[in-house]
């Protein structure tokens, strides 16, 4: 079974500052995505970034990188020059790649970030 | 804007009553994804319809029940509802090996 950990409950951060929210994840699948999303006080999931397993290189979109350390089974999401729009809770998220048909995501319990003016 | 769509945003209803939620998937996505968030279970994934076929069940009670039509809009059916079934239900769709996008989602609050 699948199991993501998210250790931070809450961050503080100031603004223009760079965060890293922490991921580690547990899977005896050979082939998986991770990914994070977004959820603001309105409460829409926003999908930020995604890594699969086999890529070599970290993947980066914008200001959200995704440092993926697959030894240590840890997939952190790092924003660089957070702005006060940052603030929201964050959520880790893992799919096995290899089970066509069984595409679900095992979530997080997330971290909320608030970003200091 | 995902391109996701769900209908109600909001709905209040009492213990024992049935309701449906809506969601239309994004343009040319063929597989949907229903997810129940709550205070006490986090983010869960419920069930997954591909083409019309369900794919996957997840951690979805005999009371929930839902469906893919054939123009690939899904509806989730949550009946004999009780106060724990209270929680934002989410739908996501995706093409197939690629990032699911989620919709606004359905607040649903039962009294």
């Known amino acids: 079974a699948q199991k993501i950990t998210q250790t931070q409950p809450g961050m503080f951060v100031q603004e223009k500052e760079a965060v890293t929210l922490d991921c580690t994840y547990d899977t005896s699948d050979q082939s998986y995505g991770l990914f994070w999303y977004k959820q603001p006080s309105s409460g829409e999931m926003i999908f930020l970034i995604y890594?699969?397993?086999?890529?070599?290189q970290n993947a980066t979109e914008g200001r959200y990188s995704l440092n993926f350390q697959k030894a240590r089974k840890s997939a952190n999401l790092v924003i660089s020059a957070s702005q006060l729009g940052d603030s929201a809770m964050y959520f880790c998220a893992m799919r096995d790649d290899l089970n066509f048909g069984n595409e679900k995501l095992t979530f997080g319990t997330g971290t909320r970030l608030t970003i200091i003016p | 804007d995902s391109g996701v769509t769900q209908t109600p945003k909001h709905l209040i209803t009492a213990t024992g009553q049935r309701v449906t939620l809506r969601c239309s998937p994004r343009s040319g996505d063929l597989s949907v994804y229903w997810y129940q968030q709550s205070l006490d279970q986090g983010l869960q994934f419920l069930i997954q319809?591909?083409?019309?076929?369900?794919?996957a069940k997840g951690n979805i009670l005999e009371r929930f029940s839902a469906q893919q039509f054939p123009d690939l809009h899904s509806e989730l059916n949550l009946s004999s509802l009780e106060l724990g079934d209270s929680a934002l239900y989410f739908c996501?769709?995706?093409?197939?090996?690629?990032?699911?996008?989620f919709g606004p989602g359905t607040r649903l609050t039962v009294t």
């Open positions: 890594q699969g397993s086999y890529d070599e």
């Open positions: 319809y591909y083409n019309g076929e369900e794919r």
């Open positions: 996501a769709s995706s093409l197939r090996g690629h990032e699911q996008y």
